[in-house]
T-cell receptor, first 117, second 113 residues
Framework: EAGVTQFPSHSVIEKGQTVTLRCDPISGHDNLYWYRRVMGKEIKFLLHFVKESKQDESGMPNNRFLAERTGGTYSTLKVQPAELEDSGVYFC???????????????FGPGTRLTVL | GQQVMQIPQYQHVQEGEDFTTYCNSSTTLSNIQWYKQRPGGHPVFLIQLVKSGEVKKQKRLTFQFGEAKKNSSLHITATQTTDVGTYFCAGKVSGGSNYKLTFGKGTLLTVNP
């Protein structure tokens, strides 16, 4: 079974440019999460999809970040315009559906390392 | 907001020594999960604890969830070089249907052979 995949693995852009990150979750996983880790800091929650619906986007830093999951399969995270502080590793994770707040293990992708110059 | 504190930030040990990382939450947790991230890799799920006072073992790894469900620990007995990596705890706040995990900053373990 294929794991979570992310593209690109690295992206170097200049301040003010736009970048779109893509995540393909494990097939059949309804839950999809985006996280960001800035070097030396915690893995910070950005948002959570259940299928195509945004369940929780409380971690999105500001309106320069836009996540979508049309059709409930792969997801994209667009940063427009990028700022220096957006640099970090963006992880996507997926998990099977559960009801009533029960958590399952999350399977992480390899991450996209974003550098904004 | 909820905070999860994890200590120590770094730990260097000689191979064969034991290692422990501690996790404390400012709020009561319903679940706590532990992940390991190898250098250059991505977080990999190790275990989930749900019950107050729960203890689970995986070979040389022992995981505990505190009685008050606000703290947790991971203990590795007789470390090996393959244990190198960053260990993260991640907690879910009690109540509601929120699926959000709050991660600690992680403990980077290095092992001297």
């Amino acid at each position: 079974e294929a794991g979570v995949t992310q593209f690109p693995s690295h992206s170097v852009i200049e301040k003010g440019q736009t970048v779109t990150l893509r995540c393909d979750p494990i097939s059949g996983h309804d839950n999809l999460y985006w996280y960001r880790r800035v070097m030396g800091k915690e893995i910070k929650f950005l948002l959570h999809f259940v299928k195509e619906s945004k369940q929780d986007e409380s971690g999105m830093p500001n309106n320069r970040f836009l996540a979508e999951r049309t059709g409930g399969t792969y997801s994209t995270l667009k940063v427009q315009p990028a700022e220096l502080e957006d640099s970090g590793v963006y992880f996507c994770a997926s998990s099977q559906f559960t009801s009533g707040g029960a958590l399952r293990e999350q399977f992480f992708g390899p991450g996209t390392r974003l550098t904004v110059l | 907001g909820q905070q999860v504190m994890q200590i120590p930030q770094y730990q260097h040990v000689q191979e064969g020594e034991d290692f422990t990382t501690y996790c404390n939450s400012s709020t009561t947790l319903s679940n706590i999960q532990w992940y390991k991230q190898r250098p250059g890799g991505h977080p990999v799920f190790l275990i989930q604890l749900v019950k107050s006072g729960e203890v689970k073992k995986q070979k040389r790894l022992t995981f505990q969830f505190g009685e008050a469900k606000k703290n947790s620990s991971l203990h590795i007995t007789a470390t090996q070089t393959t244990d190198v990596g960053t260990y993260f705890c991640a907690g879910k706040v009690s109540g509601g249907s929120n699926y959000k995990l709050t991660f600690g900053k992680g403990t980077l373990l290095t092992v001297n052979p």
